[in-house]
């Protein structure tokens, strides 16, 4: 079976043969990684809150300052007041605690950390506003059209909306050319500050779904539960 990456915008769904693939989700597509190629879409340029499968730009282009050597796994970083005071899914770092990148990292691909989420944004461009414009940037090179970001954590925001389809652009493009992700994101469990804080990964499919690799979860009151799930097969 080829790659395959899959954007799902309201619902969890059971994958079965994609000719076959009856889809509760307003929105939904299916794409195989190598190519690009579209095996099943419904309604993919529908714009709708993506709650933290936003996050999925967040690691993007964390990943491509660690390749461009402007950021290192094992850099400290530092949580503003700022970063501390997002609330949602967050592992509750205090005004000044540092962690690691590689830690940071971990955090947001397991438990959906928007504090972590921040601090990284703030950390790589000097403030979140500055990392939002940098996300919208980045989005419009990967010809996400249907995008607008307002924050790197996916937070409720009055026009922070994407697509099924944008989000397989951006996740592809992030487990293609940064498969280091993958040892974050098929983490199930682990834990943070010498054991003192543990971490179960909010996609379950890691544990329960064959080949899963990844990638990131989300949901709000408003948009639902969202997913951009990966997973391989056999290469």
């Known amino acids: 079976m080829k790659k395959l990456l899959f954007a799902l915008a309201a619902a969890l769904v059971l994958i079965v043969p994609?000719?076959?693939?009856?889809?509760?989700?307003?929105?939904?597509?299916l794409m195989e990684k190598e190519t690009g190629t579209v095996l099943f879409a419904?309604?993919?340029?529908?714009?709708l809150e993506p709650a933290s499968v936003t996050k999925v730009m967040t690691l993007l282009?964390?990943?491509?300052?660690?390749?461009?050597?402007?950021?290192?796994?094992?850099?400290?970083v530092t949580a503003s007041a700022h970063a501390c005071s997002m609330g949602g899914s967050q592992i509750w770092l205090k005004e000044n605690e540092q962690l690691s990148v590689d830690d940071m990292l971990k955090a947001?691909?397991?438990v959906s950390a928007n504090d972590c989420s921040v601090?990284?944004?703030?950390?790589?461009?000097?403030?979140?506003?500055?990392?939002v414009e940098r996300m919208n940037q980045r989005a419009k090179e990967l010809d996400m059209n249907d995008t607008h970001f307002v924050n790197?954590?996916?937070l409720p925001a009055e026009g922070h909306v994407t697509s099924s389809y944008d989000?397989?652009?951006?996740?592809?493009?992030?487990?293609?050319?940064?498969?280091?992700?993958?040892?974050?994101?098929?983490?199930?469990?682990?834990?943070?500050r010498n054991g003192a804080s543990s971490l179960v990964n909010t996609n379950k499919l890691i544990r329960f779904y064959e080949g899963a690799?990844?990638?990131?979860?989300g949901s709000t009151g408003a948009a639902q539960y969202c997913l951009s799930g990966t997973a391989e097969r056999d290469g």
């Not at 690799?213 to 979860?217: A, H, N, Q, R, V």
């Open 152 to 154: 790197p954590t996916g």
């Open 61 to 76: 282009l964390t990943m491509e300052a660690i390749e461009n050597g402007t950021l290192h796994y094992d850099d400290m």
């Open 42 to 47: 419904k309604n993919e340029h529908e714009k």
């Open 167 to 192: 989000i397989a652009l951006m996740s592809r493009e992030l487990i293609l050319n940064h498969p280091d992700i993958r040892k974050y994101t098929t983490i199930w469990m682990d834990t943070l």
């Open 119 to 131: 601090a990284l944004a703030e950390h790589i461009a000097g403030s979140e506003d500055a990392f």
């Open 18 to 29: 994609a000719k076959a693939l009856e889809v509760s989700a307003p929105s939904a597509l």
């Open 213 to 217: 690799t990844g990638l990131k979860t």
């Open 108 to 110: 947001v691909c397991v």
